[in-house]
């Protein structure tokens, strides 16, 4: 007798692809704004992208309804955090709040996959990258969700990250310039949404420097 | 409204005065302990250690909060201690009293806003808190034999949907609404001032608010020279989250009523200003005061 699977699930998944790039003194972080479930759209104009702090900002993919739950958390922590220490998160200590986090429910994940882009301490650019369970690194730029098969291959022809197994330890940063960065996002993005059924709509973009943070939306295929 | 620290019990003949006073020692050991009189003593101590405490001050408009302290420091070597804590956004503490006591309050204040807020996603009502504050807090401390009352009074100031508001939190677990309030030490100083003034506050201006409050402040200086390193000052309102005044802003304020004395003692003024300016720099801006508590 073969074993009874249960016919409900807690998950769902929404689609949609994020991508984030870290730049010397810039952070571009970049997520289509189609929200789907099965073969259907549920709306096409739903922002994946979530400012946690001044300098770490939350892209992910999934399940929305986790994704949304897991946001609440960080807001809550941060602002405790705010409290004790009288100052904003830096984006690596966020980076290792949203993985104890999200190891937190190990044994019931938060269905997201999660990109963090922000500037570290010295003000250049950083992205980590995580799995649903938490398990992250710092890289120099990654692509999360349906369309990340299709997108990260590319990154690495165009961004070629250094292996992290070389001595000296080298930067991961990418030595394009800002307008450079945004214009890679915007062409990855279009060639995507061609062949991935669950991207398109529009893109929304957003570079974060020391001064400030800058949204650029671009339409993209909605078919 | 305004009025004078509300005892719990009344007293209408001298004698049992006279007798309460013999019998304190009997029943002060315990806070579960009445005494004949009906009396908790250990509330009352508690309330008077808020009187020890150095001077904080509520005043509210239609639209704003501003709460202030007094920055007393314990010696000449030593920085100032922290009386106004932010809450949330939109709520801010002032305390008079055991400021330990206060942090422990503030932090568990902090952490009921951040609460609602993640299961309501809105703010939290400052009546809300305060009730909170008094019966959780604040009353559990007066009828468990294990526990002491805080010895902490709590100036709550914050804005929400029905408008702006002060409430004052006693150690015994009573709160009251205020139009304006004084506590701490030379407190009746600033509150015969609030009185005077008291009727106007809810048209007044942002600006005249604070005004107010540094006067206020100056009422328990008692003959000091009003200066911007000796008070901390916050403001909230409508379209402004909870924020401390930075010592420029004050002084600013300050030169607008005080303008003969600093003009007198220019010469040996500027010298001492200068030198303390460094060390009281981070005083009412906050950035450099050790985040001590939590």
Redesign the interface.
């Given at each position: 007798m073969t074993k009874q699977h249960a016919n409900w699930s807690p998950y769902d998944n929404n689609g949609g692809t994020c991508v984030a790039i870290a730049g010397s003194d810039y952070c571009v972080i970049a997520a289509d704004t189609r929200m789907s479930t099965g073969y259907s759209i549920l709306t096409r104009d739903y922002s994946k992208i979530h400012k946690l702090a001044d300098k770490a900002v939350l892209s992910s993919s999934g399940f929305q309804a986790d994704v949304k739950a897991l946001q609440k958390v960080l807001k809550s922590r941060h602002l405790v955090y705010q409290h004790q220490h009288n100052k904003q998160m830096s984006c690596p200590a966020m980076a290792q709040l949203l993985s104890n986090t999200l190891y937190f429910k190990r044994f019931f994940p938060y269905y997201a996959f999660n990109v963090l882009g922000g500037l570290d301490e010295q003000g250049k650019g950083c992205v980590f990258t995580y799995d649903a369970v938490g398990s992250y690194e710092k890289v120099g730029y990654s692509a999360q969700g349906s369309g990340s098969t299709l997108i990260m291959p590319f990154l690495d022809n165009q961004l070629k990250s250094p292996s992290p197994l070389l001595l000296p330890a080298q930067d991961a940063i990418t030595p394009l310039s800002e307008p450079e960065a945004v214009d890679l996002v915007k062409t990855v993005f279009a060639s995507a949404t061609e062949r991935d059924i669950y991207t398109g709509d529009k893109l929304e973009i957003m570079i974060l420097k020391a001064d400030g943070i800058r949204t650029e939306v671009m339409e993209l295929r909605k078919d | 409204h305004l009025s004078l620290r509300l005892s719990l019990y009344t007293h209408s003949f001298d004698e049992e005065e006279e007798e309460a006073k013999m019998f304190r020692n009997q029943y002060d050991t315990d806070v579960t302990t009445w005494s004949p009189t009906g009396r908790l003593f250990q509330v009352e101590y508690a309330m008077e250690a808020v009187k020890q405490g150095s001077a904080a001050i509520g005043l509210r408009s239609r639209s704003h909060v501003v709460l202030a302290s007094v920055n007393k420091a314990q010696s000449e070597l030593s920085s100032h201690q922290r009386k106004i804590f932010?809450v949330d956004d939109h709520i801010g503490v002032a305390i008079a009293g055991l400021t330990a006591d206060g942090r422990v309050l503030s932090?568990y204040m902090?952490?009921e806003s951040?609460?609602h807020?993640?299961t309501y996603e809105s703010p939290l009502p400052v009546g809300r808190l305060v009730v909170r504050l008094a019966d959780k807090a604040q009353q559990v401390c007066t009828q468990r034999s294990w526990k002491r009352p805080y010895g902490v009074g709590l100036l709550v100031g914050g804005l929400d949907e029905s408008g702006a508001h002060l409430y004052y939190n006693c150690p015994s677990g009573n709160y009251f609404e205020y139009q304006a309030f004084a506590i701490g030490s030379r407190s009746q100083a600033a509150k015969t001032y609030l009185e005077r003034r008291f009727e106007s506050f809810n048209e007044s201006s942002r600006e005249d608010l604070i005004k107010d409050a540094i006067l206020a402040i100056r009422e328990t200086l008692q003959g000091e020279t009003l200066k911007s390193s000796l008070c901390t000052v916050s403001v909230l309102g409508v379209d402004e989250p909870f924020h401390f005044l930075d010592q420029d802003s004050i002084q600013k304020v300050i030169d607008t009523f005080e303008k003969v004395p600093e003009e007198e003692e220019d010469g040996g003024e500027a010298e001492a200003e200068a030198a303390a300016a460094p060390a009281e720099q981070g005083g009412a801006g906050?950035?450099d005061?050790a985040?001590m508590?939590?």
């Open positions: - | 932010k932090r902090r952490s951040i609460n807020s993640f906050d950035q005061v985040p508590e939590m």
